[in-house]
């Protein structure tokens, strides 16, 4: 990046929306300015700029990949330039913009697959940094560098007039948990939304109303149970949401079923369907009352250490006309907020807003990484369908205190695993394995509960019941070691041999030491007998956690990695739940 130079025309502070949650983002843009403007002095002492031929005899092609959504704005800025003979370093910008699903093109990048793309743009504008986040966590994916967001959109609910008016839209307010309620415990009143998993809009809402359930008595339960409802008219992208919408919104067909009345959407892109709609036909948008999250549109230059000095200063020099008063009024005409501090009223009211509905509002604290992976996680558990086979070390090292409370390893394990089970849903298929040494004969590990359908009966109890049981009943095995390889590598053949179609299958494996048994098979037998039983059609990821700091994260890197599964890390057993959570998403997106 150093040898980059400063473009023509960059101006610091004038790259979108001024907020608080933007100021990562900003110390990116403002390292990349003072980095950049060393190279344009060096560049213009040399004479390498030139300023006195036509810009078009030196143009800089850019190709850009944006969200459907922007994508239309982008064109048209990228119209701008070309019209107005917009420059970097004398050279014409010649930008070509391609519209592409974010999480496509986060997928591209992840797979580093030149036949999906990923190789096929210099820039990127998804619709939220929740998709430049997943590729910065990913170490092995195509890079990304973040220069800056160049627009946001909050989200709301957006329903059919005669839905609005029946809750008492404009004038009564809503909070996340309370429009949920309203419309998906409602016969008549159905919500749509985009597939979290595929849709930022989707995944935000989401994971608000997960972080609001989750105060509540039961949260996990409440949490799931809306994950359900939403995912049953769920669809793989916010376009196909709005096709389900009624086609006459005045009409008779606002009672099909198969009709959603309500969307979870952002506000751009209920102004975009309400400026095409037929007159009377416009949506109407509640903001709820404990805060919108912002699609925030980041701006990334995409494998940049590859890139043309040109190509790099022509991408941050269109980022700056985005950011420029013509730029700005471009992104606004297209229904995008420029400036969370002056919010244009006939924006809001195009997009089916009105006072007192709290347009302004947003969220006390931003959404964290790990709330979205929860999230994500739990939709991915509870939408999928899930099989799991849980295995927990019983060795006497568990039953050390856990700093700064008055329980053990294995207590406030059991009490993770009884939050985590409270997530799934019937359907699901769990099990409860655990190991030590020789804990059943010659055996270092015991099938306590064989992995079944949580809502299957046996004996007069649900399977549900006997996991519960089951997790109250674990205790430490007095001067009991920890026989870490062959109970991996048989629960590992069980999972692979019982493997069951159509849902997430994956093992998970809790320990807090290495492997302590020498009569056992060598940790490279196991590495390599674990990469002959995984098959890429049949994917059964292990997932290990690490338990305290006396648990090798090194040998369970290793061994997870040779099934496509990862390994973490947790000082405290209470966070073995969200790690669940966050391994579930990760081995899903590489599924």
Known sequence: ??????????????????????????????????????????????????????????????????????????????????????TSDGSCLDVQVTAREAYQVTDALRSKSKEKGATDFEAWVPDSGVWVNRILADGKSIPVTPAGNIASSPVGVAMIPTAAK?????????????????TTTSERLKLGAGDPSRSATGLLALTRLTHAVGKAKDGDILAAATAKALSLR????????????????????????????????????TFAYNTTADSGDDLDLFYPKDGSPLLDFPFALVDEPALTTDE??????????????????????????????????KLVTRAGGSAPQPYKELPEEPVTDKEIDEALGMWTITVRSTRLTTVVDISTSM??????????????????????????????????????RKVDGNRDYRVLVPTERLGGRAAGSTQRDLLSAAFDSLKPVKDGATGLYDTTLAAYKEATASYTKGKFNA??????????????????ALVTQLRQLTDADRPVPLIAIAVGPEADKKELDEIAEATGGSAHLVTDPSQIHSVILKAVVRAGDQN
């Open 234 to 269: 769920a669809s793989d992208s916010d376009s196909q949401a709005l096709d389900t919408l009624p086609r006459d919104l005045s009409g008779a067909e606002q009672g099909n079923p198969k009709r959603n009345q309500a969307l979870i959407l952002s506000e751009q892109a």
């Open 399 to 436: 039953s050390k205190p856990v700093p700064g409370t008055s329980e053990s390893r294995l207590e406030v394990t059991k009490a993770a695993l009884s939050q985590a089970l409270a997530t799934f849903t019937p359907e699901d298929e769990v099990g409860l394995w655990t190991f030590s």
């Open 507 to 524: 093992l998970v494996l809790l320990t807090d030491g290495a492997n302590e048994d020498p009569g056992s098979i060598s940790r490279s």
């Open 166 to 182: 029946s809750l008492g839209w404009p004038r009564k307010t809503y909070s996340w948990t309370e429009l949920a309620d309203a």
């Open 312 to 345: 790099s200063r022509a991408a941050l020099r269109f980022m700056t006309l985005l950011g420029e008063p013509d730029g700005r009024r471009i992104l606004e005409k297209h229904g995008f907020r420029t400036d969370d501090d002056d919010i244009p009223d």
């Open 1 to 86: 990046m150093g040898r980059h130079s400063l473009p023509d025309g960059f101006r610091t502070g004038a790259t979108g929306p001024r907020r608080r949650a933007r100021r990562r983002n900003v110390a990116l843009t403002t390292a990349l300015v003072f980095v950049l403007a060393a190279g344009t002095a060096a560049a213009v002492e040399g004479g390498v700029l030139s300023f006195g031929s036509s810009c078009w005899d030196s143009a800089v092609r850019l190709r850009v990949a944006a969200a459907p959504g922007i994508a239309p704005a982008l064109k048209d800025a990228a119209g701008y330039a070309r019209d107005n003979d917009v």
